[in-house]
């Protein structure tokens, strides 16, 4: 069969797992584009003849899609269908001699590090002055900022150090540099990622410096709204609060992963917290910004979750009553320091959990929610669907969070721009409105 050899080189990139791989993908697709390549992210269109596939590897069910994803694309080389396939990102940092030795139809793979590698095999030169440039493949008014790689947290259960190695911030010059250029390719909300946000600044300011980035990113014309994701609670900077509390452009919203509150089960993730303390932080959160949503994280099914400990975590869920919650099943990860416990709790148990949490959640979202009927919210439009334009408050984020939805017909609003909107009425993760000033 014929390849399509005889073509000018077309490359699909394709990105599994979360915000942080996305934003990775971008720079690479960002040199490609600076070195005149031809370069997509998941073209629909099935013509590119070299395929790059930037994989995750956190947990089972990420690597099993990124494993599958290999597999596919392996077949269709074989078959003629793309004439190269190369593979980079997380799973392939974590086991390149198991994938190569088992999935030998790649062409090459790269761990986390090796984009100057990635693109001189793929016939380009890593262009060292392109700070900030990338070709971005959210909606053109948000944007993720990568703010450090890796982490220096000890989590038990974590595989990410492994992967992504030790905790390296970019310095606060570089990232403004990068958000303006963002803004002024139109982007007005910034999403800053990275595996421990609070840990930023300690590596290379000798002190933590988040509330300092926060500020001077807020300065940046055109930026309308700055978002925190993934904020680790041990050692939070409470100076934080303040800048999310007085400054107009922070949002009054914080990821915060938690993932349990029992005490024996936080002891053993080594996450250097306990029920209380985290109680007492979450006080704090709400004494200091009382409008703030708090979103979190949680693991069901670590090793030695007893039923008691289990309920333990759902009563807290129940009384904490956090605006977004995720709930997630524990992977026994081979190399993290929990892999030496018992994965004692069963699959079908785990799952069970999983969902009595989420069952939790939905009708306690449902209660917030029903409380904002009646309310007028700053929403940012992020796209059209059916017959409803669909957008975001400041208390939400991309993907993950409620929506809000406005009717199409009798009214117009611009992806991208703001409005004032009246909510009509909720159900248990969406609200519906009306536009009273654009």
Known sequence: MR?????????????????????????????????????????????????????????????????????????????????????????????????????????????????PKLLKVLGADYKHELLGERLTTTPKHYAYLKIAEGCDRPCSFCAIPLMRGKHKSTPIEQLVIEAKKLAKNGVKELI????????????????????????????????????????????????????????????????????????????????????????????????????????????????????????????????????????????????TSAHVLEDDVPDEVKKARQEEIMDLQTHISWGLNQKKIGKTFKVLFDRKEGGYFIGRTEFDSPDVDNEVLVKANDTYIRMGDFANIKIEKTDHFDLYGVVVEL
């Open 192 to 335: 800053l990622i990275a595996q421990d946000l609070t840990y930023y600044g300690l590596d290379i300011y000798k002190k933590r410096r988040l509330a300092d980035l926060l500020i001077e990113l807020s300065k940046v014309e055109g930026i309308e709204w700055i978002r925190l994701h993934y904020a680790f609670p041990t050692g939070f900077p409470q100076d934080v609060l303040d800048v999310i509390r007085d400054n107009d452009k922070v949002c009054n919203y914080i990821d915060i992963p938690l993932q349990h509150i029992n005490n024996e089960i936080l002891k053993s993730m080594k996450r250097g917290t306990s029920h209380q303390k985290t109680n007492d932080l979450l006080k704090a959160f709400r004494k200091k910004v009382p409008n703030m949503a708090i979103r979190t994280s949680l693991i069901v099914g670590y090793p030695g979750e007893t039923e008691e400990r289990f309920q333990e975590l759902k009563q807290w869920v129940q009384d904490t009553k956090f605006d977004r919650l995720g709930g997630f099943t524990y992977s026994h990860e081979e190399n």
């Open 3 to 115: 390849t399509k050899s005889t073509k000018k080189n077309k490359i699909n990139v394709i990105t599994l797992g979360c915000s942080k791989n996305v934003y990775d993908s971008e720079v690479l697709m960002g040199q490609l584009a600076a070195n005149k390549m031809d370069v997509e992210h998941e073209s629909e269109k099935d013509d590119a003849n070299i395929v790059v596939i930037n994989t995750c590897g956190f947990i089972d069910n990420a690597k099993e899609e990124s494993i599958n994803t290999i597999l596919e694309q392996a077949e269709r080389k074989e078959a003629g269908s793309i004439d190269k396939l190369y593979v980079t990102g997380c799973l392939s940092e974590r086991y390149k001699p198991d994938l190569e030795r088992e999935i030998t139809n790649v062409d090459q793979y790269f761990g986390t590090t090796d984009l």
